[in-house]
C-alpha cells in the first residue's frame, strides 16, 4: 500500500539536481553576444559613413540642377548688369552658385571670378571636417550654364567633355557625380 510518511521521506531525501550554467558557459554566450553586437554596430556605422557621402553627393546634384534651372528661368537680379547665366564652383570643402557676370562671349571668361555675385544660404554647400571634393579636372571646378540651352561650359573651356567629381571621405569611402557639356547629371557610386 501507500504510505505517505514513507514517500514523504523519500521524496525529501532523494538528492535534488540544480542544474545551471556553469561559469564557462556564461563567459562563453557573454563572448558571443559582444561579438554579435559589436558587428551589428559596425556595420550601422559603416552604413552612416556611407550615408553622409550619399546625402553630400546630392546635395551637390541639386546644386547643379538649381543653377541650371536658374539660367533657365532667365531670372537675373537687376543690379547685376549683363550676365552669361548661373553657374556652380566646386571647391575641395565646398561648392555655391555663382551668378556669371558679362555679357556671353565678349569680358566673359565662363568662369567664378573675384566680385561675381555668390548666391548664398541654400546655395552653398559645406561638408563637414575630413569629407572632401575632388574634381577630374582642374581645381576649384566652375560649371556655367549659358541660356537659351542651356550650354554647359566647364572651367572656361568647351573642349571639355565632361567632369567627374567625387564626394570622398579619408576612410576611402566615395561617391561620384558627372556632368557633361550637355548639361546631364550623372550620379555614380565607387
Known sequence: MFNSTASK??????????????LVEVVVVSGIL????STIWLSGSMRESDFTVMINQEKLRLLITRAKSMTLSGVVP????????YGVRIERSG?????DR??????????????????????TI??????????SVEEPT????????????????????????????PTGLQRRITVNNQGLIDLLRN
Open 9 to 22: 521521506k523519500r521524496f525529501f531525501s532523494r538528492k535534488i539536481n540544480n542544474y545551471g550554467f556553469t
Open 78 to 85: 537687376a543690379e547685376a548688369g549683363p550676365s552669361c547665366g
Open 142 to 169: 566652375d560649371i556655367v550654364f549659358i541660356p537659351p540651352d542651356p550650354r554647359t561650359i566647364i572651367n572656361g573651356d568647351n573642349a571639355i567633355n565632361e567632369v567627374s567629381v567625387q564626394v570622398a571621405l
Open 102 to 123: 558679362g555679357r556671353c562671349g565678349e569680358n566673359n571668361n565662363q568662369r567664378y571670378d573675384t566680385g561675381e555675385e555668390v548666391l548664398g544660404g541654400v546655395n
Open 34 to 37: 559582444v561579438f554579435l553586437m
Open 95 to 99: 561648392a555655391f552658385i555663382f551668378l
Open 126 to 135: 559645406t561638408l563637414r571636417e575630413g569629407m572632401t571634393f575632388s574634381s
